[in-house]
């Protein structure tokens, strides 16, 4: 496992902003999407013990204000504000977690999400190996597919187990957007089940 002192953080952040130029240099999804403006499709944590993979970038959010989970105003979205509740259950702050995104630009039209996904995958997989992360949680539907190595019919078959793959603690949760009556309720039960696992994480 990766220590994260000095010298390691500034070689892991030297090995993803190598995968970031594979991003802009990629043109898989050029007509479907927007580029991520931003120098960098990584938000680096204190440290990478827990790593949260969101869907893709935030229309109002990330992709123009450059502050992960918040508005070009500063003000902290929605999403955040749900995420953060839940993450005091364990004693974490969000704006300390590392993140990335399933899909590292922005798909124009939603319904495209699944094929962005499918391009973004390997990358999204570098990214990791790189971080080499004790827990992985994946917000919503889009990045657990991207990420769990077998198939399932509906979300909530796999959201709240902890699943391995390729070596990883796997933890799918409901997506925190308010629009999901379950980004709270429906995630309550996963974090409350998750403090006892925190041990060693």
Known sequence: MIVMGV????????????????????????????????????????????????EAPANNGWRKSHKLWKDI?????????ILQKLFDIIDKDIFE????????????????????SNNCKSIMFKQLEILNPKLIITLGEFPT???????????SEVVGNIYEVNGYKVLPIYHPSPIS?????????????????MKGI
């Open 145 to 155: 597919r991207n990420i769990l190595d077998f198939k399932f019919k509906k979300f």
């Open 7 to 54: 010298n390691s953080k500034m070689n892991i952040k030297r090995l993803l902003e190598e995968i970031d130029k594979e991003v802009y240099n990629c043109h898989k999804c050029s007509n479907l999407v927007e580029k991520f403006p931003n120098s960098s499709t990584v938000f680096l944590g204190k440290n990478n013990d827990i790593v949260l993979i969101g």
């Open 97 to 116: 977690t590392t993140f990335i995104e399933s899909v590292k630009c922005y798909p124009v039209e939603r319904k495209n999400l699944k094929i962005c």
């Open 73 to 81: 105003n500063g003000k902290v979205l929605p999403s955040g504000v």
């Open 181 to 197: 009556p379950k980004s709270y309720k429906g995630n309550l039960p996963i974090f409350e089940k998750l403090k006892n696992h």
